[in-house]
């Protein structure tokens, strides 16, 4: 299926055998338990990284309607899995935690970041230290001990790009995908490892949700969610539930406004003391 048909689909494949059209919203925070021995080990499991599914015993572990969020953006990015967040800000600051866990404290960054991230990840605040390097030194300035190669692109709010394929090297990369969305940009064909997204900017679109989520591998993903279950940054299901209808209008609403922009472009070019106006539009 095309990108634009699986937005409308991802995440909602049973709901035809439920015999529904809206994707139902759970907010249990928890389940009932049926065998207190087989619930300390799902426990253990979930601990451990393992989704639970559709019983996830304790709303910090996991919830059936973000479950769906996570599958149908693991899907348009072309990941294996994802992890949803309470905010952008939760997902990375888990991504830097999961890294720094294994004993790999150092991260190899591009500037320019968005500005808390630029913050978290330049403060050492969560216990990494960082290189600030540029696409052609990466390879050059990764330690035995790099956990993480992070870049953003396009960068908020420059909009400064960066070649993704051009990073080669053996360290996770990590793309902050937000401003491309999975319609005009998907890192992992590019050759990146992890995808984060601020979900807060163009998957809730309206401006009403807040939310960060991660795409990559299942391997990545199960420590995700055991730094998630421990540190309980978790999206709330009212919020899964926005950012998958977000999700179904997201290529619409991303060609619209590439269309506009296109617009304001050819109109700012013509327009002769526009710095860089050629005075004949684009
Ligand atoms: C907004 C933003 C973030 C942080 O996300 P929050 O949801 O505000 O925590 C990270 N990266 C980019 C590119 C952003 O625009």
């Known amino acids: 299926m095309e990108l634009n048909t699986r937005a409308v689909h991802a995440g909602r494949e049973d709901l035809t055998d439920l015999g529904l059209h809206a994707v139902p919203i759970d907010l249990s925070t928890t389940y009932p338990a049926r065998d207190s021995r087989e619930e300390a080990a799902r426990l ?3 601990a451990a990284g393992v989704e639970l599914g559709d019983n996830p015993i304790y709303g910090r572990v996991g919830n059936p309607t973000v479950a769906r969020f996570e599958r149908a953006l693991a899907d348009l990015e072309g990941a294996e ?18 890294v720094a866990a ?7 960054a591009v500037r320019p970041l968005y500005g808390t991230s630029d ?7 969560l216990g990494t230290e960082v290189t600030w390097s540029t696409v052609d030194s990466v390879k050059r300035d990764i330690r035995d001990d790099t956990g993480l190669v992070i870049v953003e692109s396009p960068a908020n709010p420059t909009l400064s790009e960066v070649d993704i394929r051009a990073i080669d090297v053996d360290v996770p990369v990590l793309v902050d995908n937000t401003f491309a969305t999975p319609v005009l940009q998907r890192p992992i064909e590019l050759g990146a490892d992890i995808v984060l997204h601020s979900a807060t900017k163009y998957l809730g679109g309206h401006g009403d949700v807040l939310g960060g989520v991660v795409a990559c591998d299942e391997e990545f993903a199960g420590r995700l969610r055991t730094i998630r279950m421990a540190t309980g940054g978790i999206l709330h299901p009212l919020a899964g539930y926005l ?3 977000g999700l179904s209008t997201l290529p619409i609403r991303i060609a619209h406004a590439s269309r506009t ?3 304001l472009a050819h109109r700012l070019a013509t327009i002769p003391a526009w710095p860089g106006s050629t005075g004949r539009g684009t």
């Open 102 to 108: 294994q004993g790999k404290r150092h991260i190899v």
């Open 119 to 125: 913050h978290v990840i330049g403060s050492g605040l």
């Open 44 to 46: 253990d499991r979930a």
């Open 261 to 263: 922009a296109a617009e």
């Open 243 to 245: 950012l998958l209808r």
């Open 81 to 98: 899995s994802a992890v949803a967040f309470a905010t952008g800000m939760a997902a990375l600051s888990a991504c830097l935690l999961a």
